[in-house]
């Protein structure tokens, strides 16, 4: 059930990650400011624990809630990520996604 426009207030945790579709595409994170401050806070805490993997609950303006998992990596390790395109005709170096994400 999609909730009408006034079901969502700036304290609810809605988070929508956009990826990119293709190269050069933009990217989009948008939210309430309550959804925005718990990413900052998933963010902050990544980055204090690298190579923890840290997850939040947030949820889509659907009311569906999803995990946002946010983990702070090496350059070694980005290098051998495939890249997060959603358009898999961009993604031609077919590498395998890391045990941490595939297990999430």
Same mark, same amino acid.
């Given at each position: 059930?999609v909730? !009408?426009?006034q079901? #969502?207030h !700036?304290?609810d945790s809605?988070v %929508?990650v %956009?990826? $990119?579709?293709s190269? %050069?595409m933009?990217?989009?994170?948008?939210?309430t400011?309550a959804?925005?401050? $718990?990413?900052?806070?998933?963010?902050?805490?990544?980055?204090a624990?690298p190579d923890?993997?840290?997850?939040?609950?947030l949820? &889509?303006?659907d009311?569906?809630?999803y995990g946002? %998992?946010?983990? &702070? &990596?090496?350059?070694?390790?980005i290098?051998r990520?495939?890249t997060g395109?959603?358009d898999?005709e961009m &993604?031609p $170096?077919?590498?395998p #996604?890391?045990s #941490?994400?595939?297990n999430?």
């Amino acid at each position: 059930m999609v909730p !009408d426009e006034q079901s #969502w207030h !700036d304290t609810d945790s809605i988070v %929508h990650v %956009h990826a $990119q579709r293709s190269y %050069h595409m933009p990217a989009f994170i948008i939210g309430t400011r309550a959804g925005l401050e $718990q990413l900052r806070a998933l963010l902050d805490a990544a980055l204090a624990a690298p190579d923890t993997t840290t997850e939040a609950t947030l949820f &889509c303006t659907d009311g569906e809630g999803y995990g946002l %998992h946010v983990r &702070c &990596c090496t350059g070694r390790e980005i290098d051998r990520m495939p890249t997060g395109y959603t358009d898999k005709e961009m &993604c031609p $170096q077919n590498r395998p #996604w890391p045990s #941490w994400m595939r297990n999430a």
